[in-house]
């Protein structure tokens, strides 16, 4: 069976520092891995995923995540927070590519000026 | 990135009523659409798969008599929660890929209160 823990449900940051939202995930074989962000009201977008190429994953706004297959984590990290990050971040692993997604409870991001 | 657009956005009706909520890909042919729920502060959680032209599979638990699933064509699927009552209230979110896409794209969500 696959799942992922979501090591915070709520990181606190300031405008223009680092975020990080740790990502820990357990499967039996070779996952797929994605980070989706859901805003208040609106359905969940994309950020980036990992398929086994390159271990460290750019997405998109700024976001990048690096899949560690020994610390079995998937960790996202954004260099530079902005106002417009907050909001729900869901950590997610797939079996073959994009069926029977599990997702992780969220993690909610809040930024402050 | 691919389209999903749900209707409505949010319902309000009487217990034992029965509710609708459309899934539709605007700009892909939709093999396989997914159906979740998401309590309140909780993570999403699949109730059923749907692949077009055939008969939904249903996650462990979720009745199926209960949430009616229809996905007739390759751009829509619907789910229809019969007799709800407000232990039914939440919110549903749909999505759909296909084999090309290789990616689930969601739809905005449909918020459920029954009254």
């Known amino acids: 069976a696959q799942s992922v823990t979501q090591l915070d449900s709520h990181v606190s940051v300031s405008e223009g520092t680092p975020v990080l939202l740790r990502c820990n995930y357990s499967?039996?074989?070779?996952?797929?891995l994605f980070w989706y962000v859901q805003h208040p009201n609106k359905g969940l977008q994309l950020l980036l995923k990992?398929?086994?190429?390159?271990?460290l994953v750019k997405g998109i706004n700024g976001f990048e995540a690096e899949f560690k297959k020994s610390e079995t984590s998937f960790h996202l990290t954004k260099p530079s927070a902005h106002m417009s990050d907050a909001a729900e971040y869901f950590c997610?692993?797939?079996?073959?590519?994009?069926?029977?997604?599990?997702f992780g409870t969220g993690t909610r991001l809040l930024v402050s000026p | 990135g691919a389209v999903v657009s749900q209707h409505p956005s949010w319902v309000i009706c009487k217990s034992g009523t029965s509710v609708k909520i459309e899934c539709r890909s605007l700009?892909?042919?939709?093999?396989?659409m997914f159906w979740y729920r998401q309590f309140p502060k909780q993570s999403l959680m699949l109730m059923a798969t749907s692949n077009e032209g055939s008969k939904a599979t249903y996650e462990q638990g979720v009745e199926k008599d209960k949430f009616l699933i229809n996905h007739a064509s390759l751009t829509l699927s619907t789910l229809t929660v019969t007799s709800a009552h407000p232990e039914d209230s939440s919110f549903y979110i749909c999505?759909?890929?296909?084999?090309?896409?290789?990616?689930?794209?969601f739809g905005a969500g449909t918020r459920l209160s029954v009254l």
């Open positions: 999505s759909a890929t296909s084999l090309a896409k290789n990616i689930q794209y």
């Open positions: 700009d892909f042919q939709a093999t396989t």
């Open positions: 997610v692993v797939g079996s073959t590519g994009f069926q029977k997604l599990v």
């Open positions: 499967s039996s074989y070779s996952p797929s």
């Open positions: 990992y398929t086994s190429a390159a271990t």
